[in-house]
């Protein structure tokens, strides 16, 4: 998030798209409310479904699964049009008078650029960048006149979505969408701020990274980002999502969010300096975190002679080593061995057939959990004859969260502490002692056998205290991940004196500063304190970056300092002093207007981006089709976007459009009462009593259409396999009438699987193997199926 | 009202002098007078540790007390202090005890589901075998290190220093905590793996 929970209450308006809080963060609604009641604010839903967040709805716009480009260009074109946008945020605060090169062009679906490799379409961004001057400084246009500024451009490319064709291809009606969009960009003058919140409903598509851009766009123009109440808020699913994303539990990052190093890039330590230090923005900093992470996992075998220990850091290729590429490459025999730390992929992940089929395939498997899973227990899933799988499998007890201590950072970036209730149960351990007993167990190994080049295991940085019989000090891990000085051990408040020199170590930059004292680290901090009732609560834990609640608060004033917003003033500036509510993420040493020139201190331009050279498949959101879908674009003739991910391989055929034997729109979604893959809470009798099984909700008219009775069970087919669920016959559950055709939509929880005390279908069973092509992720939330009485 | 203008729940509790409060106020108890008096009883954690932690569901981070007795959780409830949730839980963070103790005919008892031992499952077999730790830190390190070197590559094709193995993949963890997810990162960056990914993307 770029805001926090709290902060909700300071909202006048609520776009809630792609996301059912009521349901899944149930305490935001807490915040929602509040600003209902004290600030009357208004509160839009736009979800497929009569969700449960519905009903505290003051709006509610019912749209077709994949449509959101096209639901929020056309809120940008209304506000172009009505000029409801922020006008002196616009100028000052985004690139919208920032002039494009002449020969970036977007005609019928296709950015300039686009050409084939390896069998694949990907784009080439070369068109994609600013005229330039002499000096190399983008030219402007602040009078917004100029053919080639992203403001008319951006008017130019969302001039197709005008409220009749928005709303025949989403579905939603006209009455509706108009009252969405006015109520909406009312929020695009000083002083109203409006939230926009989202969730997987929003990301678990082709067009992902596009449809969370688009928002940030709208935010952009309406003058919401950087203000109390504001904001683009994705509501992260996992207690500590957050965090492991931060700690970079992904391929394709290292903490802090820096670049995997690679080989076709980065053979050596100064060619990643070189490449991935841009030449403007706060990121100029980037030798620092990266010398100093290198620091943090070498130690002393970092030094200036060996480039601190590059070599050791393995090198990423050109590859995509996300989920649904490590399934396939388990499938076809390059992976023989995993470890799963509290994660279920059979269930999880899409293609559930598939992923069993892969890991069939594995020599061997860690499955470290606290309940059996149905990854760990694969090799008894329905269909699978045990006595055909070769692979071994250690499934480890875990110690669940009250059992150990630590620190979880929620969506809204706060760091909170953890503290052990009881000690682990049976022989459960602490995920912590596991990974450092495996850890030293293979370096001994090393040591004493040798074997294939053991350096970078040799030459870890891992000494925390562990052993057999007494845990790792996760005080210590915890102030490596902080940042210390190396000569004095001691730890730093602020990642802004890393060096990249050796001097410093950090693990992840940060977090630099929420455990600089071990014996009281600001994350453990609880103080109440909270002057102008702004919700911020500095004192509360630690929040990331530096602890600055509400990010791009510079944002929160004009260009000369004065807030836009008095009532809610985060900052003002009167007598050459900032006056402020939380900590600047700016230079508050320095005038308003030097300051207000760079708000958004992450990118080089210093500014928000409505034209962006970033994403891999466009420097504009354009609505596309999902990949299986039964419409035919009305915006252009690429049917779906041209450079999505689509893994190919026999166990994920697709529905081709118009197919009729898949007719039924069919999407994922969750219910309060189960969490995830349901480990955590299909094994527990309170929940599994209140959600005691797996259904699937139709509408009315789909069960009369189909002779389906309520509570009857049905199956749910798609290319990728079949399921057996209870048919939730519901109102909630509305046709949509999209471009003449009606069109029906089957959702499903995805919570269940074979193990556990409840047990039922997998909802994944059905979903391709697609994704987006910045992200991977896949399009759990848009897809075709069958459904017919049994 | 702001939550600083509130008096907390332990506060009011203190103020009345602890556990035994629930005897000796002014409430429909006293009302009741004679053997429903007796009845009310003390409150069940009286003699329980209370310890706070943050639920390990959604990513709201709700503060929750966990009051424990003999190793046993007998009670959860909000955090009053934490501005984020200020007492208040769902449906999933009111039931975190249940990972542990479950309610059974009035009684806690063990959640029998919860793995308690080391499992491990040879080629081709329809069960598990317990299994001691020591045996299977053992085993699995030496996996790790016969898979690490029959496939590990230090320079690429083109002669670049990779130091990696395609051959092992890693999965999790977005319900562990940061200093658990760092030391998977150094963990799986040390073996030499490219394959990393967990929950984030589902």
């Known amino acids: 998030m770029t805001n926090h929970w709290i902060d909700y209450k300071n909202s006048d308006v609520f776009l809630i798209i792609g996301a059912n809080p009521a349901e899944n963060h149930p305490l935001a609604m807490k915040w929602i409310h509040r600003a209902k009641e004290q600030r009357g604010a208004k509160v839009i839903v736009v979800d497929p479904r009569y969700s449960r967040t519905c009903a505290s709805a003051d709006m509610v716009a019912h749209i077709r699964p994949g449509t959101d480009i096209a639901f929020i260009n056309g809120i940008i074109k209304y506000a172009l049009d009505h000029g409801s946008y922020h006008h002196d945020y616009v100028i000052n605060y985004t690139n919208a008078s920032y002039l494009v090169r002449e020969d970036f062009i977007f005609n019928d679906g296709e950015f300039s650029g686009l050409q084939e490799k390896d069998g694949k379409e990907v784009y080439d961004k070369g068109t994609w960048k600013y005229q330039l001057d002499e000096e190399g400084k983008p030219i402007k246009d602040i009078t917004l006149t100029n053919s080639r500024c992203v403001f008319q451009l951006l008017k130019k490319h969302v001039e197709r979505y005008d409220i009749e064709t928005v709303c025949q291809v989403t579905g939603c009606d006209r009455q509706t969408y108009e009252t969405v969009a006015r109520t909406y960009t009312s929020t695009g003058i000083a002083g109203r701020a409006g939230n926009v919140i989202y969730a997987m409903g929003i990301t678990q598509h082709s067009v992902g990274t596009q449809n969370v851009r688009i928002l940030a766009m709208l935010q952009l123009i309406l003058g919401n980002m950087g203000i109390a109440g504001g904001g683009v808020n994705a509501q992260r699913g996992e207690c500590n999502v957050q965090g492991s994303t931060d700690m970079a539990m992904l391929y394709h990052i290292i903490p802090g969010y820096l670049a995997v190093p690679k080989d076709f890039a980065h053979p050596n330590l100064a060619d990643y300096i070189q490449k991935e230090t841009p030449p403007g923005g706060y990121w100029v900093n980037k030798p620092k975190f990266f010398v100093s992470l290198l620091k943090a996992f070498y130690g002393e075998n970092a030094t200036p002679q060996n480039n601190f220990g590059y070599d050791y850091f393995p090198k990423c290729d050109a590859n995509d080593h996300s989920h649904q590429s490590i399934i396939k490459d388990t499938h076809e025999g390059t992976i023989n061995g995993m470890m799963i730390w509290g994660q279920n992929p059979v269930v999880g992940g899409p293609n559930t057939s598939y992923t069993v089929e892969a890991l069939k395939k594995l020599d061997w498997m860690v499955a470290i959990d606290l309940f059996e899973t149905e990854t760990g227990a694969f090799w008894k899933a329905p269909d699978v004859n045990p006595e055909e799988v070769d692979t071994e499998v250690f499934m480890l007890p875990a110690a669940s969260v009250y059992e150990k201590e630590g620190s979880v950072t929620n969506s809204g970036r706060w760091i909170q502490w953890r503290y052990k209730a009881i000690e682990p149960i049976g022989e459960c351990k602490s995920d912590l002692w596991i990974v450092d007993r495996i850890f030293n167990e293979v370096r001994d190994l090393y040591k004493s056998q040798g074997g294939a080049y053991p350096d970078p295991i040799l030459k870890m940085n891992w000494d925390y205290g562990g052993s057999f019989e007494k845990k790792p000090d996760v005080k210590k891990i915890a102030l490596e991940v902080n940042g210390y000085d190396v000569a004095s051990g001691q730890g730093i408040t602020s990642f802004g004196v890393l060096k990249d020199d050796g001097s410093t170590a950090c693990g992840n930059w940060i977090y630099a500063g929420y455990f600089a004292d071990p014996e009281n680290p600001a994350c453990k901090k609880r103080e109440l304190d909270d002057p102008g009732d702004l919700g911020v609560f500095l004192n509360y834990s630690y929040a990331w970056p530096l602890n600055r609640r509400i990010l791009y608060n510079r944002c929160s004033a004009d260009i000369n300092g004065k807030p836009w917003n008095n009532e809610k003033p985060i900052f003002s500036y009167s007598g050459g002093k900032w006056t402020n509510l939380d900590v600047p993420d700016f230079n508050a040493t320095i005038e308003p207007e030097v300051s207000g020139s760079s708000p958004f201190i992450m990118t080089v331009e210093g500014v928000g981006r409505l034209f962006s050279d970033s994403p891999l498949d466009g420097p504009f959101p354009e609505h596309y089709e999902p990949v299986e879908s039964p419409v035919k674009n009305a915006f252009s003739k690429r049917e779906f976007m041209p450079v999505a991910n689509i893994w190919k391989h026999d166990h994920s055929k697709l529905v081709e459009k118009g197919d009729p034997n898949y007719p039924i729109i069919a999407s994922t979604m969750r219910v309060t009462e189960h969490y995830q893959s349901g480990v955590m809470t299909r094994n527990l009798p309170s929940l599994v009593e209140l959600m005691p099984e797996m259904y699937a909700e139709i509408s009315r008219e789909l069960a009369a259409e189909y002779r389906i009775e309520p509570g009857e069970m049905i199956l749910i087919s798609s290319p990728r396999g079949q399921i057996k669920v209870r048919a939730m016959v519901t109102s909630r559950n509305k046709p949509l009438y999209i471009r003449g055709n009606v069109h029906h939509l089957v959702c499903m929880p995805w919570h269940w699987g074979f193990k556990g005390l409840s047990t039922g279908a997998s909802a994944n069973t059905l979903v391709p193997n697609v994704g987006d092509a910045n992200s991977s992720i896949p399009e759990s939330k848009a897809f075709m199926c069958n459904i017919r009485k049994i | ?202």
Not at chain 2, 1 to 18: A, W
Not at chain 2, 34 to 51: F, H, N, V
Not at chain 2, 110 to 139: H, M
């Open chain 2, 1 to 202: 009202m702001s939550i600083n203008k509130l008096i907390s729940r332990r506060g009011f509790l203190k103020g009345l002098g602890g556990a035994t409060a629930f005897g000796t106020t002014v409430s429909g108890m006293e009302l009741l007078g004679g053997p429903s008096k007796a009845l009310a009883g003390e409150l069940k954690i009286k003699y329980g540790t209370e310890k706070m932690t943050i639920c390990p569901y959604c990513g709201v981070g709700c503060g929750i007390l966990v009051y424990a007795e003999d190793n046993k959780v007998i009670y959860v409830e909000g955090d009053p202090d934490n501005p984020i949730n200020e007492g208040a839980l769902c449906s999933k963070g009111a039931s975190i005890g249940d990972f542990t103790h479950i309610m059974e005919k009035g009684k806690r008892v063990e959640n029998k589901l919860r793995l308690k031992k080391v499992l491990y499952r040879a080629p081709k077999s329809t069960e598990w075998e317990e299994k001691d730790w020591q045996w299977a830190l053992k085993e699995i390190a030496r996996r790790i290190k016969d898979t690490r070197d029959a496939t590990f590559e230090q320079k690429n094709a083109q002669g670049v220093t990779v130091n990696r193995t395609f051959a092992m993949a890693n999965f999790g963890s977005a319900a562990l905590e940061n200093e658990e997810n760092y030391l998977f990162h150094k963990f799986v960056r040390g073996l030499g793996l490219v394959s990393i990914d967990h929950h984030a993307r589902l």
